[in-house]
């Protein structure tokens, strides 16, 4: 891998490549090495996409204290006893249920690299909140952070509310249209002319679709059908530039150019076949009332 880094996003195999180099305990510099990344952007990934787990409930273990170690607090219970209530073993009397100073004990080594639990070998066991780095969990947050980012109205409503001052006596009451409004107040308007036509139609506004004259005129787009010729396999060797290359290697072959000429729809057409070796055209009358069937394009057949 190049030791530059790059502008694109990262995928799910690079974050999968950060947690296995998380938790083989190599450096974020190793680990931008293996994905191509800068090591700041493996640090931000880390920091940004970690989970947070809390400690294990032991059931038998003082709880991780910060103030553990110079606490000397007693007489917490009803009793009124002089054993130091850290280390008291009746049951319900845990620090973290009868002390007000409790404070949960964070590990020191998640405020510095790797930030994370992955690699540390006391993480099976570790009373304290531990901090993981999961590749699935980064790259769900990512997917769901491209949605979000793009849903809603990319305005604020301060904003909305001075576009929909300017439009309404505009629209409603002068009856101009947008691409009249555009041309006077281009500037005062804060997106694009089709991201205004949307927000028209989202109802943003006050304005409505039935507002504008030439809208309601219009009848709904049809959605382009989508084509599944992405796989383009089946076109090899069968293109004219092969057809061309073909008969520049063999200029005997025989070659019959089919063609169908319609004049009025739904009448008669006339279907041509011109044989190139001869210069010879046949035409055929064909009667389409009769339910006579055609290609309305030209075809090229190669007989050998």
Same mark, same amino acid.
Do not use: W
């Given at each position: 891998?190049?030791?530059?880094?790059?502008?694109?996003?990262?995928? &799910?195999?690079?974050?999968?490549?950060?947690?296995?180099?998380?938790?083989?305990?190599?450096?974020?510099?190793?680990?931008?090495?293996?994905? @191509?990344?800068?090591?700041?952007?493996?640090?931000?990934?880390?920091?940004? /996409?970690?989970?947070?787990?809390?400690?294990?409930?032991? @059931?038998?273990?003082?709880?991780?204290?910060?103030?553990?170690?110079?606490?000397? &607090?007693?007489?917490?219970?009803?009793?009124?006893?002089?054993? +130091?209530?850290?280390?008291?073993?009746?049951?319900?009397?845990?620090?973290?249920?009868?002390?007000?100073?409790?404070?949960?004990?964070?590990?020191?080594?998640?405020?510095?690299?790797?930030?994370?639990?992955?690699?540390?070998?006391? #993480?099976?066991?570790?009373?304290?909140?531990?901090?993981?780095?999961?590749? #699935?969990?980064?790259?769900?947050?990512?997917?769901?952070?491209?949605?979000?980012?793009?849903?809603?109205?990319?305005?604020?409503? #301060?904003?909305?509310?001075? +576009?929909?001052?300017?439009?309404?006596?505009?629209?409603?009451?002068?009856?101009?249209?947008?691409?009249?409004?555009?041309?006077?107040?281009?500037?005062?308007?804060?997106?694009?002319?089709?991201?205004?036509?949307?927000?028209?139609?989202?109802?943003?506004?006050?304005?409505?679709?039935?507002?504008?004259?030439?809208?309601?005129?219009?009848?709904?787009?049809?959605?382009?059908?989508?084509?599944?010729?992405?796989?383009?396999?089946?076109?090899?060797?069968?293109?004219?530039?092969?057809?061309?290359? /073909? +008969?520049?290697?063999?200029?005997?072959?025989?070659?019959?150019?089919?063609?169908?000429?319609?004049?009025?729809? @739904? @009448?008669?057409?006339?279907?041509?076949?011109?044989?190139?070796?001869?210069? &010879? +055209?046949?035409?055929?009358?064909?009667?389409?009332?009769?339910?006579?069937?055609?290609?309305?394009?030209?075809? &090229?057949?190669?007989?050998?």
């Amino acid at each position: 891998m190049s030791k530059k880094g790059n502008q694109k996003h990262l995928t &799910l195999s690079q974050r999968i490549v950060i947690e296995k180099g998380l938790t083989g305990n190599k450096s974020f510099s190793a680990i931008a090495m293996e994905t @191509g990344k800068d090591p700041s952007t493996i640090s931000k990934e880390v920091r940004l /996409h970690s989970q947070t787990k809390e400690r294990l409930d032991a @059931g038998y273990t003082s709880a991780p204290c910060i103030n553990r170690h110079d606490c000397k &607090l007693s007489r917490l219970c009803e009793e009124q006893c002089d054993t +130091m209530c850290k280390v008291c073993r009746k049951q319900g009397m845990k620090c973290i249920n009868v002390c007000p100073n409790y404070e949960t004990a964070e590990c020191g080594k998640l405020k510095k690299p790797p930030y994370v639990c992955n690699g540390c070998g006391k #993480k099976t066991h570790c009373l304290m909140p531990r901090k993981f780095y999961s590749s #699935k969990y980064a790259d769900d947050c990512y997917r769901n952070t491209l949605v979000s980012c793009r849903e809603g109205i990319n305005q604020t409503p #301060k904003a909305i509310q001075a +576009m929909n001052d300017l439009l309404v006596p505009l629209l409603k009451e002068k009856h101009q249209s947008i691409a009249h409004v555009y041309a006077t107040h281009a500037e005062e308007i804060g997106c694009s002319r089709r991201t205004l036509y949307a927000y028209i139609n989202d109802g943003i506004f006050d304005v409505r679709n039935i507002d504008l004259r030439r809208v309601v005129r219009y009848k709904k787009r049809k959605k382009p059908t989508t084509s599944s010729a992405k796989d383009r396999s089946y076109r090899k060797s069968h293109n004219y530039e092969d057809f061309q290359k /073909h +008969m520049q290697e063999h200029p005997d072959t025989p070659v019959v150019e089919i063609d169908c000429v319609e004049g009025e729809k @739904g @009448g008669k057409v006339l279907l041509t076949l011109i044989f190139r070796n001869c210069n &010879l +055209m046949l035409v055929f009358l064909l009667d389409l009332t009769n339910g006579s069937y055609f290609f309305n394009s030209r075809f &090229l057949f190669l007989f050998r």
